[in-house]
């Protein structure tokens, strides 16, 4: 009887493991070989700046002339943002590639004529930004991650718009300056955005686009208080640039923001086109360079 009943119970004992233990060891196995497949490609700098600060690691990134974290350094480049090599890009097997809202239409055709799935983030807007940060911590598997920055951020907005309340509203002008040209940032542009955000007027409200050839009769009109200056691509040639237009049109001296010395050239690492890793770090320095 005693060895009927070691039978009995050593054949449960293997009915059970041939029973459970494949579909445990399967749905580890696929978890786990989920995670490993989760392949992203970057498209902008900005965006593999901020997956890289959640803790996900890229297969691919774009060319830059700009220092970008250690972890990015051996990250397989991709070429320019605007103009990616896709061949590259498919040879990394991408489960998705995440880039800027603004280079949508000129890569969404290419991307899918190659079969590349393909996220684009809204940079453009502040509200987009703190959007984008939850969107990739979806898309890395970094939920807490991302949850944790966008709680910081917050904190830190509500601060910095608490601190300007009250204060005398300023007239802001935005110059966007690139070697061989002038163009004037309207609401629409993401600097203008977070201008507005923090209670500024911006002399041009109305553009249609994020930014606007020069209408020096318009802007003169206008008066600003302040002049800020973004730079791009180039910011040292841009800003020797702006600096001689400046100097040598004397259409700016009337303007009383060039009178009194309120021309600001902003920093390039924290002033993009687009919202950035140090974006809340801009949101605080504008802050005190409008209400200063």
Not at 132 to 143: A, D, L, N, P, R
Not at 153 to 175: A, C, D, F, L, T
Not at 183 to 198: A, H, Y
Request: aromatic share 6%; glycine share 8%.
């Amino acid at each position: 009887m005693r060895k009927v009943l070691a039978v009995i119970l050593i054949a449960l004992t293997i009915t059970t493991m041939v029973a459970c233990s494949p579909k445990d060891n399967d749905k580890t196995k696929e978890a786990s070989q989920s995670k490993k497949e989760e392949t992203i490609v970057a498209g902008t700098v900005a965006v593999a700046e901020m997956f890289n600060n959640m803790g996900v690691k890229l297969v691919g990134r774009p060319t830059t002339s700009y220092e970008v974290p250690k972890e990015l350094k051996e990250v397989k480049e991709i070429g320019n943002p605007m103009k990616p090599d896709f061949e590259v890009i498919k040879s990394l097997n991408p489960t998705m590639f995440v880039s800027a809202g603004t280079l949508s239409q000129d890569l969404q055709k290419s991307l899918e004529d190659s079969k590349i799935n393909s996220k684009f983030l809204d940079l453009g807007t502040f509200e987009g930004y703190k959007k984008s940060i939850e969107e990739m911590g979806t898309i890395g598997g970094k939920e807490k991650e991302a949850e944790k920055i966008l709680k910081d951020i917050e904190e830190r907005e509500k601060k910095v718009i608490e601190e300007v309340k009250g204060k005398n509203v300023p007239k802001v002008m935005i110059m966007f300056g690139a070697p061989g040209n002038f163009m004037i940032g309207t609401e629409k542009s993401f600097l203008g955005d977070m201008v507005k955000k923090l209670g500024g007027e911006n002399i041009i409200k109305d553009g249609k686009a994020p930014y606007i050839p020069v209408n020096m009769e318009v802007l003169a009109k206008e008066q600003p208080d302040i002049i800020l200056v973004l730079t791009h691509a180039e910011p040292e040639a841009a800003k020797a640039m702006v600096d001689k237009e400046f100097k040598d049109n004397k259409a700016w001296q009337n303007f009383n923001a060039v009178k009194n010395g309120n021309v600001v050239t902003l920093e390039n690492g924290y002033f993009g086109m687009t919202a950035n890793l140090k974006t809340i770090d801009a949101l605080e320095k504008l802050s005190k360079i409008i209400y200063k």
